[in-house]
């Protein structure tokens, strides 16, 4: 298609079609499901009730009139009167769609005129060559199908499949909408089939949050190409921050970036200058320039210099409702200087509950929740919380203006944190423009169709891989860029999945809270300085010697379904080592007589049952990286708790506890770890996200239950 179909429709007015349906909508009604719908990218909507009277089809297109606001083009379905009438009382409606056995196109056309969008049912060979006869322009759009048998309308003609929709739309000169039956995993294939358009009842009238279900059939739309992204944000002309970096951000996790520029600056690693904000028209002639062209699969908005410039935005983006916004809340400087009047913070409310993300410094959050800035992490997640309550989208609160070694961020919705994301501080001066190309790349990997706490978890991971490398640019002799594309010049090649490296680093610094309220455990603190009672010790290794038995078993569950012999090899290995090493340490203490389980004498509490029902639980799951991931943290927390022990013990071979301390910060042992690490990072960075995060979520789980084992023990005293 070029920029419009016919003169009528824009490009991509078709991309999503919904029908409506009274039944499926329920008590929440149709106009609620449309205008959700809209504010979730529908662009086009057929009001279609075929046991309502023509006074009542009247009556509800003057209402969806009054709920689409011009946000969505309205037609109705075969009433031709109703639609005539409904102009007449002031109703905006667009068209009419006629089925086969309906009026005819040229008496619809003659009657509502050039202006007015008609679409025509057609499935069959002698309707293509029926609609290709008509003159030219007198049909906008062919609704073609169905694609599966639906029950939305029992006298569906035969299924068409997407092989045979194909066929169809190859033959038509006229735009194809695929329609009947389709579901989000229809969307891409039907679109490489040469579909204008999916027409959808039951994926958005059936689904308990239409604007959701819209949002995700739009991304499936864009899904299997490069994500097209466009950031409206200002200039920084030292390439480090605004439009410039959100550019190398997009690239640099696989879009095509697109920028609308709000305002230009004078500036350079050390501050700003000066500033210039075009008028507002030009930002809106930007904006409509792109959108009449390119469908846009997410927005970033970063600097928005004043109400003017913030209206036009939001009266842009409630005409096109991209199907993923994020906005970076530029209000604030480093200096603590509000760069916004009065005017256009009030302006930029009325934008919040348009974007689906929003990611403000602490600062920002602060004063978006008329507030004081939080001072502490816990503050800082309910003041997002309240933002997130108040506005209907996440927020990603971050950390970093606390000081203090962590630097962690957390997405947050309405009831309190989804997820926590732990971060110690990089060092570096390589600051200017993290808030922008953190905002864009998340925008990004959105489109790319990541769930929201995968998206971050990669984003992170990205970020600071290109914080960490920005010193190396030497750009500019204040606070220097990023480095985008650290990650391809160093693997000389584009690779948008994590690096294992970086995967692995994520991971250990995700669960930094837990290795730090595991070394406060008494258990530890006093058997590295020699005080902790032998009978607790005594339980201790009772319990971890049940827990083995079954840690053994999944390290051999582990190497059976391993997919190469090197793996197999290594899971095996360590199987017998908890066996033959472990065992026989703790059996030293325990049995002098031998292993056997029952001259331990001792049932399993709650928190070693817990440890073992989770491996159990991975192992039955039969997916080998969720397995190996719940099975590192007995390597990693280990190894890296026997070692540091160890050294505060100085390795006093007298020390009462030095057998344990020996066996757990042994060179081999480490080497052993490292192995584990690069295995379970190696296939982590090769999954699906989804894969992925299920192997990350293995992997922490396993670390709660490795404080839990430890705090579990009596000290007895």
Excluded at 146 to 164: F, M, N, S, Y
Excluded at 477 to 501: C, K, N, T
């Amino acid at each position: 298609m070029t920029a419009s179909v016919t003169g009528r429709l824009r490009l991509d007015d078709l991309a999503l079609y919904l029908v409506t349906d009274p039944g499926l909508s329920g008590e929440r009604g149709v106009p609620a499901v449309v205008d959700a719908a809209v504010s979730g990218g529908v662009r086009i909507v057929q009001l279609r009730d075929k046991d309502a009277d023509d006074a009542s089809i009247v009556a509800q297109l003057i209402e969806l009139s009054r709920v689409i606001a011009g946000r969505a083009l309205l037609v109705v379905d075969d009433r031709l009167d109703a639609v005539v009438e409904a102009r007449r009382r002031g109703a905006r409606v667009d068209g009419i769609h006629i089925g086969q056995s309906d009026v005819s196109p040229l008496v619809a056309r003659s009657v509502l005129g050039p202006d007015a969008i008609i679409g025509l049912t057609a499935n069959q060979p002698a309707h293509l060559a029926a609609a290709k006869s008509l003159p030219a322009g007198t049909v906008d759009y062919l609704g073609v199908g169905v694609i599966h048998p639906t029950q939305t309308k029992a006298d569906h003609p035969p299924e068409l499949g997407v092989a045979g929709f194909a066929a169809f739309a190859a033959q038509s000169p006229i735009p194809c909408v695929a329609i009947g039956g389709i579901g989000r995993d229809d969307v891409a294939p039907l679109r490489a089939a040469g579909a204008a358009g999916v027409a959808v009842v039951s994926a958005i009238c059936a689904a308990p949050n239409p604007q959701v279900a819209a949002r995700k059939l739009l991304r499936a739309w864009g899904s299997g190409g490069t994500p097209r992204v466009l950031s409206i944000a200002g200039s920084d002309p030292s390439g480090g921050a605004g439009i410039q970096a959100d550019l190398k951000s997009i690239a640099a996790n696989g879009g095509y970036g697109m920028a609308v520029i709000t305002a230009l600056t004078a500036q350079n690693t050390q501050g700003v200058r000066a500033v210039h904000v075009p008028p507002a028209d030009f930002l809106r002639a930007q904006l409509d320039a792109i959108s009449d062209d390119v469908r846009v699969d997410a927005v970033k908005i970063g600097m928005l210099a004043g109400s003017a410039v913030i209206a036009e935005v939001v009266d842009w983006l409630r005409a096109h409702r991209p199907p993923t916004v994020v906005l970076d809340p530029v209000m604030i400087a480093t200096s603590g200087d509000r760069l916004l009047d009065a005017d256009a913070e009030q302006g930029l409310r009325a934008l919040l509950p348009l974007a689906d993300l929003i990611t403000p410094n602490l600062p920002e959050l602060g004063v978006l929740v008329g507030e004081h800035q939080a001072t502490s992490w816990t503050g800082a997640i309910a003041q997002a919380q309240r933002l997130s309550a108040a506005t209907g989208a996440l927020v990603l609160v971050k950390g970093g203006h606390l000081g203090g070694d962590e630097a962690p961020d957390a997405l947050v919705g309405p009831s309190g944190a989804i997820r926590e994301y732990a971060g110690s501080r990089i060092v570096t001066d390589s600051t200017h423009g993290t808030g922008c190309s953190l905002s864009s790349a998340l925008a990004t990997r959105r489109a790319a169709d990541r769930d929201w706490r995968g998206a971050v978890g990669e984003v992170r991971a990205w970020l600071r891989e290109s914080i960490a490398a920005g010193s190396a640019l030497r750009v500019g002799a204040g606070h220097g860029p990023v480095s985008h594309f650290a990650g391809l010049w160093q693997r000389g090649g584009l690779d948008i999945a994590p690096e294992p490296a970086a995967i692995a680093a994520d991971w250990w610094e995700q669960i930094a809270p837990l290795r730090r309220a595991i070394d406060e455990l008494p258990f530890l603190r006093r058997m590295a300085d020699g005080s902790l009672p032998v009978s607790a010790f005594r339980w201790y290794l009772a319990q971890d010697a049940l827990y083995l038995r079954d840690y053994a078993r999944t390290l051999a569950e582990a190497a059976r379904i391993a997919p190469n012999s090197a793996e197999q090899a290594f899971w095996a290995h360590s199987a017998e080592g908890a066996i033959v090493g472990e065992l026989q340490l703790h059996a030293r203490w325990l049995s002098p007589e031998g292993v056997g389980a029952e001259t331990f004498g001792a049932e399993p509490g709650p928190a070693t049952t817990a440890y073992v029902d989770h491996l159990r639980g991975c192992a039955f799951d039969g997916d080998y990286g969720v397995l190996i991931a719940a099975l590192l943290p007995c390597f990693w927390l280990y190894s890296d708790i026997g070692t540091r022990l160890h050294a505060v013990a100085g390795g006093d071979p007298a020390h009462p506890f030095a057998s344990w301390l020996d066996e757990y910060s042994d060179p081999a042992f480490a080497t052993a770890t490292e192995d584990a690490v690069r295995i379970v990072s190696a296939h982590a960075a090769a999954a699906t996200p989804e894969v992925r995060e299920r192997m990350r979520i293995a992997y922490v789980r396993s670390s709660e239950h490795e404080r839990a084992f430890f705090a579990a023990a009596d000290l007895g005293d």
